[in-house]
């Protein structure tokens, strides 16, 4: 038996010309609480500094945890918090 079943696409074009902007909200970050830090040390292995501190001056280098760790780059966020936040459900 053959398969006589058509399949439509309907396409709709949406020019950026008709998109109306959504008007501005307040937005704000409120009930912030700290959880964790750790800073970077200059070491042969991997290693971090519980609690850390963010420099007194200089640029930062965002991307510390993915070009030291490449395989786990989140794992120092989790272990600084399982440090200093030992019942924290990270469930």
Known sequence: MENTKSHSQDSVEIHRLDLEPDPPENIAITDVKHLASYNWIEALTPTIA??????????????????????????PLFRSLCIEQPSFDLN
């Open 50 to 75: 519980v609690p850390g501190c963010p420099p007194q001056c200089g640029l930062g280098y965002i991307a510390q945890n993915a070009a030291r760790l490449p395989d786990s780059p989140m794992e």
